[in-house]
């Protein structure tokens, strides 16, 4: 399984990535980690505001590459939605299941 993420930066900034293992990819963002990772943004992940789920590679990769194309409006629009209808009629969203969504926005 695939997971295609956003998450939440202390300076505001909302990361997207794709992963088959969150829980590793988070502990990268927040933890000293994020050096060895090579990230060389010096903010810290706050924690995943939406995540979802997909069977294939190629999906998963659509759906970042349409998320980071989004203005940062929309970006936050999706983040309290969830729902990928802000991004039109691009993708079919049949082939992403929702996985997490904060409720703390």
């Known amino acids: ?8 930066c202390e300076d505001n900034s909302i990361y997207t990535g794709i992963t088959t293992d969150p829980e590793r990819r ?11 990772a090579g990230y060389t943004r010096s903010h810290k992940a706050q924690g995943f505001l939406i995540m979802w789920q ?16 989004l203005s940062k409006a929309q970006k936050e629009r999706l983040a309290s939605t969830g729902c990928l209808d802000v991004l039109g009629n ?16």
């Not at 988070?26 to 060895?36: M, S, T």
């Not at 069977?55 to 990769?61: C, E, H, I, N, Y």
């Open 1 to 8: 399984m695939y997971y295609t993420y956003m998450l939440r």
């Open 26 to 36: 988070l502990k990268e963002h927040v933890n000293a980690g994020r050096k060895a």
């Open 54 to 69: 997909s069977v294939d590679r190629s999906a998963a990769s659509r759906l970042e590459y349409m998320i980071k194309t």
């Open 90 to 105: 691009r993708l079919d969203i049949s082939q992403y299941t929702p996985v997490f969504q904060n409720s703390l926005l």
